[in-house]
């Protein structure tokens, strides 16, 4: 039972343009959302997060924004770099015992390509 | 400073056979973390250690797996009696104690177990 779904395996768009990377959960105990970036070979490395307390958190040219209706985020890359290109993990948690957000539930990912 | 390390970083197994595979956290991250991620999968939750408190094993997938984490730094995942099954990268991760909130948590860049 996959709680995080990320149902794009793959994204490609041109250098300058937006990327938009959608993620979809169905866990309504899921309350903090974030995403991960993944070279090859190298560990995921934190990029934004959001509360479920907000629809929106902006960090530079990074935007994620959360639906908690439709159970949606998304993140908004603008505008996209070829450096940017990489696998892009959604997460979520949500409060375990002692009042912590320990425990991610990852999706699947999505490959971007920025071509230059 | 110096970030998660593991080791090894590749790591090829016979069947059957056991593996113990090491985590370095960051010098004082009191939380640490596994997953795993499968081919074509999301990270995977397996055990989380924080301070003294008595880990939360819940993603641990059978009793072949076990980990320890010895003076509050260094752990080490055990599997025995590897099966194919096992084949995965085996990622760990530190964090600040996220007790009372949410603290990012740094990957290292994970160890590729091939059961053969």
């Known amino acids: 039972d996959q709680q995080v779904k990320q149902n794009s395996p793959s994204l490609s768009v041109q250098e300058g343009r937006i990327s938009i990377l959608n993620c979809d959960y169905t866990?309504?105990?899921?309350?903090?959302f974030l995403w991960y970036k993944k070279y090859p070979a190298e560990g995921p490395t934190f990029l934004i997060s959001?509360?479920?307390?907000?629809d929106k958190n902006e960090d530079g040219r990074f935007t994620v924004f959360l639906n908690k209706s439709a159970k949606h985020l998304s993140l908004h890359i603008v505008p996209s770099q070829p450096g940017d290109s990489a696998v892009y993990f959604c997460?979520?948690?949500?409060?375990?015992?002692?009042?912590?957000?320990?425990?991610?539930?990852f999706g699947k990912g999505t490959l971007l390509t920025v071509n230059p | 400073g110096a970030g998660v390390s593991q080791s090894p970083s590749n790591k090829v197994t016979e069947k059957g056979k056991d593996v113990e595979l090491r985590c370095d956290p960051i010098?004082?991250?009191?939380?640490l973390y596994w997953y795993r991620q499968s081919l074509g999968q999301g990270l995977e939750f397996l055990i989380y250690?924080?301070?003294?408190?008595?880990?939360?094993k819940s993603g641990l997938p059978s009793d072949r797996f076990s980990a320890e984490r010895t003076g509050g730094s260094v752990s080490t995942l055990t599997i025995q009696r590897t099966q194919q099954e096992d084949s995965a990268v085996y990622l760990c991760?530190?964090?600040?104690?996220?007790?009372?909130?949410?603290?990012?948590?740094?990957f290292g860049p994970g160890t590729r177990l091939t059961v053969t």
């Open positions: 991760a530190s964090s600040l104690s996220p007790s009372g909130g949410w603290y990012e948590q740094y």
């Open positions: 866990n309504s105990m899921f309350d903090y």
């Open positions: 959001i509360s479920s307390i907000k």
């Open positions: 997460a979520a948690s949500g409060e375990n015992s002692g009042g912590s957000n320990y425990k991610l539930t």
């Open positions: 010098s004082g991250h009191t939380a």
């Open positions: 250690f924080q301070g003294n408190s008595a880990p939360d």
